[in-house]
């Protein structure tokens, strides 16, 4: 490296002030990136990554200040500069790549014109008069197919990769010396996440650019970096370069870090800080909650409970547990969209292109499966190929265009999606969803949230019995029963995502269908809610159907697993054949998408 | 775009056919006879029935209806009891009367308003925030009357600057010839500057009058929807890639935070054209709002229901107008319809 960093952070500190007094979102940080390097801060939300990554551009809240510390890029003084020499700086000599790259784009300006601003801030006037040609030369360069075509595009006729790239050609389009990337590919496909990644790679490599790219994934860290930096709680805790952090991690927080990443050859359990495994699976809260269901709550938790292993590892195979019936039978569902719907024909009348589509748009088109009782099945596939319409249809809250449902035995398939919500079978059906936050009514209270399906569907009546049934779906799930009464603003995200799955086992479903459960979740987190969904599997004998574009998640959780791709089913088998012997080409393709560390940790 | 309005139009029929229906039997089911008070209270019971019969009010309720539906279609809103002319006249001469003030006054509301509110929004808790929180607080909790008559009083009985609060024209002039029935225009194209700053002077006190009732909802809505889009991740990245900050306001911020202001303008305008009867009277302004009260008190069928009518075309064709408008900022809604 050389003597002089590009960006030297020295004993920086962060304040907010809030209504709470002063908050020091980031203390005594030190980072330092050279010309040329790629470095990454790695922690989980509210780490101060991306905190110190707003002091460095100074484009923090009103409410934030550096309070302490200096921030040199290449001899200026960024705590010191005035705000034009700031702005001066900013998108010309630093630039940055922001999270949900659909929010980060003004969504009613053509994306050519948004480019075009940017070069007309910082470009010298003699080269004014082709403006247009070089921002269509910076979609150029982020590879984006027909850039003359996309110069006139607004954000929402994107697609959330192709936004992605033209929030790039805006960072790059005056060739910064520094890029911040912070979460780039967060909430992207994995193959879109490879093709965004390999793309800032190329273009800052053949730039000789410095990157600092910010994330909570340890492996996509590894794989594109080559320093790292561990932060916890606004304070870097290990700094070290790519390919030793992951042989040999220091400290605590990061082996933690790591242990949690869920990656090849590891079960759920090994996913929990030694300590805690002990404890998550401890006799006490286990025999408390099987004593209860043994004790009348319906025959068949005890039942399943006798033939589940007590420590309960992602089944091996799933073969012999379909005896008999399975518990959900698809077959040949079809769902179709109009595409010439009346929103259409108004787009039409306002829009410039024509249709080139077919009439109908199919989602989901004639795939067929089923779940045995008691097994969980992961249905795998990116964005728009139909995974989350197919879980909807079962859950009636769509009506299939053609196909079977079968759900334990009946034809749930001709049933209106507004007349279930009423019958006997909804209660046999549950859904966790992505969002923890979003999917709970903000003016709930976790205790109420988790009531809610039993005062629609359930039998228990009574402010007491429904009182404690709250209480013991909560020791259930690992809630503390002060947490009850809070609402969902005053729990933290995995208590949320408990509160959620209280929610949907509360009136002792059959099928579980988790949307995508711990996406928004920082992999700790996910961890102990994996490990948690899986206890209580096994415990109450439920099915799940998983719904994930997480191939690592998937593998830990399902005992098999669907890819799904454009609607139909493209490979299907157990979790660790299809994972570790895939036989389409696209399954490949999704699994060498995913970023991997250098090394396996232990 | 054409086929569009005209779908849009089409979709309105149907409410236009019910605004029919309910005014007709709204204006029937309202006490007080007509005939009684037309005949005046000397008459003579045989006086009043003849009147009944001459005015169609002994036919049952379906055959009025239908006389009335038909005199519509063609183009008759019938005529005002009290004062024989036909509604359709009044209306055509009061309306412009009135969308005239309710324009100037939203035109000067909008220039304060919006600039306050964008001020106040980047710059929270500075005393621009609270000059605007202060000024809209005053504005819309004293009533209309009252900001009415306390302009009088100043700028005529006190100062004198302002001519007698006596309608739209000075008596010595005379009205310009019609062409949009707006003085302030009309004077234009007749090249009659007198007149014209007549007109002006007459408009400039019930105009600020409701100025300064509008500017609330305008400069409320305008702050918060500024604060919440400068709060979003675009303008964070505008500001990232160093855009001066004038086009991060105008340019990013401010277009995105339109849209909830338009629909507050729409919703103002709408309301003050029918409701700022108030004004009119403190100014006697010959406004549609007071014809229709004063028809209303004196159960005067036909203006009422023509008054209604024009309300609902007008409500109609302004909210086509907003879409448009919708259409033209953001280009979402050009898809979605």
Same mark, same amino acid.
């Given at each position: 490296?050389?003597?002089?960093?590009?960006?030297?952070?020295?004993?920086?500190?962060?304040?907010?002030?809030?209504?709470?007094?002063?908050?020091?979102?980031?203390?005594?940080?030190?980072?330092?990136?050279?010309?040329?390097?790629?470095?990454?801060?790695?922690?989980?939300?509210?780490?101060?990554?991306?905190?110190?990554?707003?002091?460095?551009?100074?484009?923090?809240?009103?409410?934030?200040?550096?309070?302490?510390?200096?921030?040199?890029?290449?001899?200026?003084?960024?705590?010191?500069?005035?705000?034009?020499?700031?702005?001066?700086?900013?998108?010309?000599?630093?630039?940055?790549?922001?999270?949900?790259?659909?929010?980060?784009?003004?969504?009613?300006?053509?994306?050519?014109?948004?480019?075009?601003?940017?070069?007309?801030?910082?470009?010298?006037?003699?080269?004014?008069?082709?403006?247009?040609?070089?921002?269509?030369?910076?979609?150029?360069?982020?590879?984006?197919?027909?850039?003359?075509?996309?110069?006139?595009?607004?954000?929402?006729?994107?697609?959330?990769?192709?936004?992605?790239?033209?929030?790039?050609?805006?960072?790059?389009?005056?060739?910064?010396?520094?890029?911040?990337?912070?979460?780039?590919?967060?909430?992207?496909?994995?193959?879109?996440?490879?093709?965004?990644?390999?793309?800032?790679?190329?273009?800052?490599?053949?730039?000789?650019?410095?990157?600092?790219?910010?994330?909570?994934?340890?492996?996509?860290?590894?794989?594109?970096?080559?320093?790292?930096?561990?932060?916890?709680?606004?304070?870097?805790?290990?700094?070290?370069?790519?390919?030793?952090?992951?042989?040999?991690?220091?400290?605590?927080?990061?082996?933690?870090?790591?242990?949690?990443?869920?990656?090849?050859?590891?079960?759920?359990?090994?996913?929990?800080?030694?300590?805690?495994?002990?404890?998550?699976?401890?006799?006490?809260?286990?025999?408390?909650?099987?004593?209860?269901?043994?004790?009348?709550?319906?025959?068949?938790?005890?039942?399943?409970?006798?033939?589940?292993?007590?420590?309960?590892?992602?089944?091996?195979?799933?073969?012999?547990?379909?005896?008999?019936?399975?518990?959900?039978?698809?077959?040949?569902?079809?769902?179709?969209?109009?595409?010439?719907?009346?929103?259409?024909?108004?787009?039409?009348?306002?829009?410039?292109?024509?249709?080139?589509?077919?009439?109908?748009?199919?989602?989901?088109?004639?795939?067929?499966?089923?779940?045995?009782?008691?097994?969980?099945?992961?249905?795998?596939?990116?964005?728009?190929?139909?995974?989350?319409?197919?879980?909807?249809?079962?859950?009636?809250?769509?009506?299939?265009?053609?196909?079977?449902?079968?759900?334990?035995?009946?034809?749930?398939?001709?049933?209106?999606?507004?007349?279930?919500?009423?019958?006997?079978?909804?209660?046999?059906?549950?859904?966790?969803?992505?969002?923890?936050?979003?999917?709970?009514?903000?003016?709930?209270?976790?205790?109420?949230?988790?009531?809610?399906?039993?005062?629609?569907?359930?039998?228990?009546?009574?402010?007491?019995?429904?009182?404690?049934?709250?209480?013991?779906?909560?020791?259930?799930?690992?809630?503390?029963?002060?947490?009850?009464?809070?609402?969902?603003?005053?729990?933290?995200?995995?208590?949320?995502?408990?509160?959620?799955?209280?929610?949907?086992?509360?009136?002792?479903?059959?099928?579980?269908?988790?949307?995508?459960?711990?996406?928004?979740?920082?992999?700790?987190?996910?961890?102990?809610?994996?490990?948690?969904?899986?206890?209580?599997?096994?415990?109450?004998?439920?099915?799940?159907?998983?719904?994930?574009?997480?191939?690592?998640?998937?593998?830990?959780?399902?005992?098999?697993?669907?890819?799904?791709?454009?609607?139909?089913?493209?490979?299907?088998?157990?979790?660790?054949?299809?994972?570790?012997?895939?036989?389409?080409?696209?399954?490949?393709?999704?699994?060498?998408?995913?970023?991997?560390?250098?090394?396996?940790?232990? | 775009?054409?086929?569009?309005?005209?779908?849009?139009?089409?979709?309105?029929?149907?409410?236009?056919?019910?605004?029919?229906?309910?005014?007709?039997?709204?204006?029937?089911?309202?006490?007080?006879?007509?005939?009684?008070?037309?005949?005046?209270?000397?008459?003579?019971?045989?006086?009043?029935?003849?009147?009944?019969?001459?005015?169609?009010?002994?036919?049952?309720?379906?055959?009025?209806?239908?006389?009335?539906?038909?005199?519509?279609?063609?183009?008759?809103?019938?005529?005002?009891?009290?004062?024989?002319?036909?509604?359709?006249?009044?209306?055509?001469?009061?309306?412009?009367?009135?969308?005239?003030?309710?324009?100037?006054?939203?035109?000067?509301?909008?220039?304060?308003?919006?600039?306050?509110?964008?001020?106040?929004?980047?710059?929270?808790?500075?005393?621009?925030?609270?000059?605007?929180?202060?000024?809209?607080?005053?504005?819309?909790?004293?009533?209309?009357?009252?900001?009415?008559?306390?302009?009088?009083?100043?700028?005529?009985?006190?100062?004198?600057?302002?001519?007698?609060?006596?309608?739209?024209?000075? +008596?010595?002039?005379?009205?310009?010839?019609?062409?949009? /029935?707006? %003085?302030?225009?009309?004077? *234009? =194209?007749?090249? !009659? @500057?007198?007149?014209?700053?007549?007109?002006?002077?007459?408009?400039?006190?019930?105009?600020?009058?409701?100025?300064?009732?509008?500017?609330?909802?305008?400069?409320?809505?305008?702050?918060?929807?500024?604060?919440?889009?400068?709060?979003?991740?675009?303008?964070?990245?505008?500001?990232?890639?160093?855009?001066?900050?004038?086009?991060?306001?105008?340019?990013?911020?401010?277009?995105?935070?339109?849209?909830?202001?338009?629909?507050?303008?729409?919703?103002?305008?709408?309301?003050?054209?029918?409701?700022?009867?108030? +004004?009119?009277?403190?100014?006697?302004?010959?406004?549609? /709002?007071? %014809?229709?009260?004063?028809? *209303? =008190?004196?159960? !005067? @069928?036909?203006?009422?229901?023509?008054?209604?009518?024009?309300?609902?075309?007008?409500?109609?064709?302004?909210?086509?107008?907003?879409?448009?408008?919708?259409?033209?900022?953001?280009?979402?809604?050009?898809?979605?319809?």
């Amino acid at each position: 490296m050389t003597a002089q960093p590009l960006l030297d952070v020295q004993d920086l500190t962060v304040e907010f002030t809030t209504r709470r007094g002063i908050v020091q979102a980031v203390q005594h940080v030190n980072i330092s990136v050279a010309k040329g390097e790629t470095l990454a801060i790695v922690g989980e939300s509210g780490s101060g990554k991306s905190v110190t990554s707003y002091a460095v551009m100074r484009i923090l809240d009103r409410a934030g200040k550096i309070a302490e510390g200096s921030v040199m890029f290449s001899g200026i003084d960024v705590k010191a500069a005035t705000e034009d020499q700031m702005r001066d700086l900013r998108g010309r000599e630093v630039s940055m790549i922001f999270q949900n790259p659909r929010a980060a784009l003004n969504p009613i300006r053509k994306v050519g014109d948004q480019i075009e601003d940017v070069l007309r801030t910082h470009v010298q006037q003699a080269q004014v008069a082709d403006h247009g040609e070089k921002a269509i030369e910076a979609l150029e360069q982020v590879k984006i197919a027909r850039p003359r075509e996309r110069y006139h595009a607004y954000p929402f006729e994107l697609s959330g990769g192709m936004c992605q790239r033209v929030v790039i050609a805006l960072a790059l389009a005056c060739n910064p010396q520094l890029l911040i990337a912070d979460e780039p590919t967060t909430g992207l496909d994995v193959t879109t996440q490879k093709a965004v990644m390999d793309l800032i790679v190329e273009l800052t490599k053949r730039r000789a650019m410095s990157t600092i790219l910010i994330t909570h994934d340890l492996g996509l860290a590894a794989a594109y970096c080559d320093r790292v930096v561990v932060m916890e709680k606004g304070r870097v805790v290990e700094t070290a370069k790519a390919a030793d952090i992951f042989a040999n991690p220091q400290h605590p927080y990061t082996k933690k870090l790591m242990r949690a990443t869920p990656r090849l050859g590891v079960s759920l359990r090994d996913l929990l800080p030694e300590e805690e495994t002990v404890s998550f699976a401890s006799p006490r809260v286990r025999g408390e909650a099987d004593a209860q269901s043994a004790a009348g709550e319906g025959g068949s938790p005890s039942t399943v409970l006798a033939e589940s292993p007590p420590h309960p590892d992602p089944l091996p195979a799933s073969g012999e547990r379909e005896k008999g019936k399975p518990l959900l039978l698809i077959e040949k569902l079809v769902k179709e969209y109009p595409r010439q719907g009346a929103t259409a024909t108004l787009g039409k009348l306002f829009g410039r292109k024509p249709p080139v589509e077919p009439d109908v748009f199919r989602a989901v088109d004639g795939i067929s499966f089923s779940i045995g009782h008691g097994e969980s099945v992961g249905l795998v596939g990116e964005s728009g190929c139909g995974k989350s319409t197919t879980s909807m249809m079962v859950m009636r809250l769509l009506d299939q265009t053609s196909g079977l449902i079968q759900f334990d035995g009946e034809d749930i398939g001709g049933i209106q999606p507004a007349a279930f919500a009423r019958l006997p079978q909804r209660s046999r059906i549950q859904m966790v969803f992505q969002d923890p936050t979003d999917s709970l009514n903000p003016r709930f209270t976790a205790a109420r949230a988790i009531a809610d399906p039993i005062m629609q569907l359930g039998d228990i009546k009574g402010r007491d019995a429904l009182r404690a049934r709250c209480e013991e779906l909560a020791t259930m799930v690992g809630l503390p029963h002060n947490l009850l009464d809070r609402f969902p603003h005053q729990l933290s995200g995995g208590q949320k995502a408990r509160v959620g799955i209280a929610r949907a086992i509360a009136l002792h479903p059959k099928l579980v269908i988790l949307d995508e459960p711990t996406a928004a979740l920082d992999v700790s987190v996910q961890a102990v809610v994996l490990n948690l969904l899986q206890d209580l599997k096994a415990r109450l004998g439920m099915s799940y159907l998983f719904v994930s574009h997480d191939l690592n998640v998937v593998r830990l959780l399902c005992d098999r697993v669907i890819v799904m791709r454009t609607g139909r089913i493209v490979e299907e088998g157990s979790s660790e054949k299809v994972l570790s012997d895939p036989q389409d080409d696209y399954t490949k393709e999704l699994l060498t998408a995913i970023p991997h560390p250098p090394l396996p940790v232990h | 775009m054409l086929t569009m309005i005209g779908k849009r139009l089409m979709f309105a029929i149907p409410s236009l056919i019910g605004v029919v229906i309910v005014t007709f039997l709204l204006t029937r089911a309202l006490p007080g006879d007509p005939a009684a008070y037309f005949a005046g209270p000397a008459a003579t019971k045989e006086a009043v029935e003849q009147i009944r019969k001459k005015l169609g009010l002994d036919r049952p309720l379906i055959e009025q209806f239908f006389r009335y539906t038909n005199d519509l279609a063609h183009g008759d809103f019938g005529n005002s009891l009290t004062t024989g002319q036909p509604v359709a006249a009044e209306i055509r001469n009061r309306l412009p009367a009135s969308a005239e003030l309710t324009l100037l006054g939203l035109i000067v509301s909008v220039v304060i308003a919006i600039p306050l509110g964008v001020l106040a929004a980047t710059r929270p808790g500075s005393w621009v925030d609270h000059l605007c929180r202060v000024t809209t607080t005053a504005g819309v909790s004293l009533p209309v009357f009252f900001t009415g008559l306390v302009l009088v009083y100043v700028f005529y009985f006190r100062l004198g600057w302002s001519p007698a609060p006596l309608g739209r024209l000075d +008596v010595f002039y005379s009205a310009p010839p019609t062409v949009t /029935g707006f %003085y302030l225009i009309d004077t *234009l =194209i007749a090249r !009659d @500057f007198e007149a014209f700053r007549s007109a002006l002077s007459q408009l400039i006190l019930p105009a600020t009058t409701l100025a300064i009732f509008s500017l609330a909802p305008i400069a409320r809505m305008t702050r918060a929807s500024m604060l919440a889009v400068l709060a979003s991740e675009f303008v964070r990245t505008a500001r990232a890639s160093g855009l001066s900050p004038a086009t991060v306001i105008v340019t990013y911020a401010f277009r995105n935070a339109m849209l909830p202001v338009i629909t507050t303008l729409s919703m103002v305008f709408s309301f003050l054209l029918g409701a700022n009867v108030l +004004v009119e009277k403190v100014f006697a302004w010959p406004g549609i /709002g007071s %014809y229709a009260v004063e028809a *209303l =008190i004196s159960s !005067d @069928f036909a203006p009422v229901q023509g008054f209604v009518l024009t309300m609902a075309v007008m409500y109609v064709l302004l909210n086509l107008v907003i879409d448009i408008l919708y259409g033209v900022i953001d280009p979402r809604v050009r898809l979605e319809g």
